[in-house]
């Protein structure tokens, strides 16, 4: 048992990166507390049990003097192997705690072991997982055996060992899928500015390129929509707002506030608040479902926006006290032109529509087909077929 003893504490420094030397005092230690309980000593005596570094042997003594007692090798064997099991599972829990803990704020993938109490455990190999009810998704399903990936929220030291806490409708979760789906992200050509979520509705997430070549939305969207296509699945059909950044507050609520259309913006830069004036036929797309589109809105930008219907301002606009704000109407808003809108008959809205299903250039609808287009919104395949010629056309003179 003895030069044993050395060898698996060898292996398990090795292994588990556990200390040889604590490894032997916990030995010495585990083994002194038990010895003492066989052997009748006086009050003050201390029993010090030594583990020769070079033999693996343990000796026992007692105010200097080696007790000798054939029950002392039993006892000694089985408590260092106690000793050594109990090692070994502290080193796992703290390697797997390390490791965890160094992937906050990652995606983890694992599988669905089991659901308890509205908690989904989650299997990753390793260790076990688990994602809190309140971290979920509500329009998500998910049952035994299902692969399923997650955003690491937390990793806890308990006395059971580490508690890694998942989440699906942390925004972070997503801004880390765009990162794996959009290589322009993880190369940092692309950079995410801000994200705001309603996790299993409706996510905006606002992007900006760092080169100017490189259009940030088309990048996010893919090749006729499939890199947002593909984040959308796996979210489980949660819509996905992409908009562009920009460093003007004027542009930048714009855009926030898409898909409504907006008249009139009175902004008061000092309180980071904008009041928000759109057509009375635009004022539920505007606030969004529950208030959506304007809550939204108001965290992506950072500041607090208010929707009104031209009626509703006409109203409000009297009780207002003489107030500095900067009022900005459609004809002043700066827009960065897009080179759908070269297209004849192509208006704001349908540029939308086709950036939306990922048609961001020229070339992807010179490249599509009647058919593809012809399912967007309004737009029918005579119409669809002369913009896809036009689109070639100019595509071919670029």
């Known amino acids: ?31 002194a507390s038990a010895a003492k309980k066989i052997w009748t000593v006086g009050k003050e005596q201390e029993i010090q049990v030594v583990l020769d570094r070079k033999t693996g042997k343990l000796m026992a003594y007692a105010d200097g003097e080696e007790i ?64 809190p009810r309140s971290e979920q998704s509500g329009k998500e399903e998910f049952k035994q055996g299902d692969r399923i990936r997650a955003y690491v929220l937390d990793v806890r030291r308990e006395t059971k060992g580490p508690q ?25 050509i692309v950079e995410v500015k801000s994200i705001a979520r309603d996790p299993g509705e409706r996510t905006k997430i606002a992007v900006y390129s760092k080169e100017e070549k490189i259009d940030c939305v088309g990048a996010c969207v893919g090749m006729r929509g499939s890199r947002v296509k593909s984040i959308v699945t796996e979210l489980h059909g949660e819509k996905i707002d992409i908009v562009r950044y920009s460093e003007d507050k004027k542009t930048y609520i714009q855009a926030a506030m898409s898909p409504a259309e907006i008249a009139q913006m009175h902004l008061y830069a000092a309180e980071r608040r904008a009041d928000i004036v759109v057509a009375d036929d635009q004022l539920s797309i505007a606030i969004g479902k529950h208030g959506q589109n304007i809550r939204l809105a108001s965290q992506l930008v950072g500041w607090q926006l208010e929707v009104f219907s031209l009626t ?36 704001d809205k349908l540029v939308t529509l086709l950036q939306e299903k990922g048609f961001t250039t020229l070339e992807s609808i010179a490249e599509s087909s009647v058919d593809e287009l012809s399912q967007i919104k309004g737009l029918g395949k005579v119409k669809a077929a002369k913009i896809i010629k036009e689109a070639k056309s100019l595509s071919s003179k670029k």
């Open 68 to 131: 000798k007692s054939k029950d002392f090798g039993r006892i000694a064997a089985q408590t260092a192997k106690q000793v050594v099991i109990q090692k070994i599972r502290e080193a796992e829990k703290d390697v797997v705690f390390s490791e965890y803990q160094a992937r906050i704020g990652q995606i983890v993938t694992g599988s669905v072991y089991r659901i308890d109490k509205g908690n989904i455990i989650v299997d990753l190999s390793k260790t076990e997982a688990f994602i």
């Open 1 to 31: 048992m003895d030069s044993e003893l050395l060898m698996i504490l060898d292996q398990i420094e090795r292994d588990k990166g556990v200390d040889k030397e604590i490894l032997i005092q916990a030995v010495e230690t585990a083994v």
């Open 312 to 347: 509703q301002w006409k109203e409000h606009a009297e009780k207002l006290p003489e107030k500095s704000s900067e009022i900005v109407t459609p004809t002043e808003q700066s827009t960065e032109p897009s080179a759908l809108a070269q297209l004849s008959g192509v208006g």
């Open 164 to 188: 890694i806490v998942l989440s699906r409708a942390h925004p972070h979760f997503v801004k880390r899928l765009f990162e794996l789906e959009v290589p322009e992200i993880y190369d940092g």
